[in-house]
């Protein structure tokens, strides 16, 4: 895998508890992406950065935040995590927009009780 | 709403050509297409990607119909490994990927 891991790979909480979820790369990529994969949904879209302290709102962002005060990390949190929330979360970078393929991380299973 | 339409499923034998199609008929003049597969309990992992001309890489073969309203991945030789679910995806106007249901392949011996 193109220099990215995540962590925790799994977990368990229960709901209303804080979660953090951590991408880290090692690829200098500029743009960074959080994906939850369901059942029936395929992968939609968190959030998404393009560069440090820049990010912006995917296509189910609401519960989640997110933050990068440095290149190789991106953070999701759950601030008050729901069992809706119950999922395979993916990393992913790139280089850039457009023409450039995403790298997917190994994922994490989160799951809330 | 993942804007291309790919079979549910497909099997293919092992060592034969497997022919994965993709309808996009609405894409637009600037849409790349982009094909992914997820190897059971993987991330995805990213294949090869066109705009209107054929392409070809170490892992398969995009043909993109002159029209561009559909497309065909084609893995030459088929093996056990190339199992997955394959993705065919449009980057829309935001440049996110937008992932469906893809196509459930099955290679068997």
């Known amino acids: 895998d193109a220099g990215i891991t995540q962590s925790p790979r799994h977990k368990v909480t229960e709901t209303g508890t804080p979660v953090t979820l951590r991408c880290h790369q090692t690829?200098?990529?500029?743009?960074m992406y959080w994906y939850r994969q369901d059942p029936g949904h395929g992968l939609r879209l968190i959030h998404y950065?393009?560069?440090?302290?820049?990010?912006d709102k995917g296509e189910v962002s609401d519960g989640y935040s997110v933050s990068r005060s440095k290149t190789e990390d991106f953070l999701l949190t759950l601030e008050s995590a729901t069992s809706s929330q119950t999922s395979v979360y993916f990393c992913?970078?790139?280089?850039?927009?457009?023409?450039?393929?995403?790298?997917f991380g190994p994922g994490t299973r989160l799951t809330v009780t | 709403d993942a804007k291309t339409t790919q079979p549910p499923s497909m099997d293919c034998a092992e060592g034969r050509a497997a022919n994965l199609p993709c309808n996009h008929s609405?894409?637009?003049?600037?849409?790349?297409v982009y094909w992914y597969r997820q190897i059971h309990s993987q991330g995805p992992q990213y294949i090869i990607h066109?705009?209107?001309n054929n392409e070809t890489n170490e892992m398969a073969s995009l043909i993109i119909t002159e029209d561009r309203k559909s497309s065909t991945l084609i893995l030459p030789h088929a093996t056990l490994r190339d199992t997955a679910v394959y993705y065919c995806?449009?980057?829309?106007?935001?440049?996110?990927?937008?992932f469906g249901g893809g196509t459930r392949l099955m290679v068997k011996p």
């Open positions: 066109g705009l209107k």
């Open positions: 690829e200098n990529h500029r743009y």
């Open positions: 992913a970078i790139s280089p850039g927009l457009a023409v450039y393929e995403q790298y």
């Open positions: 950065s393009y560069g440090v302290k820049d990010t």
């Open positions: 995806i449009r980057n829309n106007a935001g440049n996110m990927l937008t």
């Open positions: 609405t894409i637009s003049g600037n849409e790349y």
